[in-house]
């Protein structure tokens, strides 16, 4: 009797350490949210790590509040916090220059980049690619001087001509396209491409054109004078290449967030605030 007393002790003394492990494991990753449920791993366990590239009103950019202090904002940014808290993660959002977002996800040194991705072919080695949760279009965008020179793109298809797009966008690919005979001069901030147009040093640009709007409500010398076609309309959400089961989560709050009427929220708020007050391009 002693001894069985004994062994049950020395049983029950053994399992302690099992239990206080698992409490300790609990606390730092919760076991109940989606991320868990799709077995989901990041970066930074219990946290999703966002690239993103804040020179694109409405799409991400700085909002100055009342009191003088910037703060990320734009539809991306919602976004990404409605995915962090529909999947159960922390949200860190790293900003950076736009061609540095794709190559921080597909080094995987971030779960993801959300800067208004096109799902451009030549892009899907890096990474997976979303559902899309925003359409919009492209635009060639010269100053209102200069709108009349452009009637047409075979007009931008000018030897004399410094055509701007920003280092690693698809607009880079469309300037090739439609103005091969051009000046394509690359540049790293779309904030740059609209300060050397308005200075005169570039001729026109390829750009987004929410992006080109919102822009134009801000600096009314700016004129969005061509539709621009591209084949891969729509933006999405850029993951770490083979995180499938991240993929799967980001897909599932994507479709809420167009179902539940918060996409459209995000949109209205991101468009009301990018006329107001705002940095667009990296803090310094
Ligand atoms: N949609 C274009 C692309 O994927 C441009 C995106 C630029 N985004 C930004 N945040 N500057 O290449």
Redesign the pocket.
Known sequence: MKKITILLLAALICMVPLFAGGAKENAAVASDTVAAKLGIKTVTPGVFTVA??P??AP??FYSIGADGTPTLAGFDISLAQYIADYLGLKLEIIPMD?DGTIMEVQQKNVDAGM????P?PDRAEAMEFSAVYYTGGQSFVTTKANASKFQSLADTNNAKMKIGA?I????VGLAQENSPKADIVQLSK?TDIIAELLNGSLDGAYI?TAVAESYAKNYTDLAIVLPVPYDQEG?VVGISKGNLALLEGVNQAIAQALSDGSMGKFIEQANELATGNIIEGLLN
């Open positions: 993103t590239s020179d694109f799409y991400e736009f800067a208004g991705y096109s451009s920003q690693g966008s698809i607009q779309v987004e933006s």
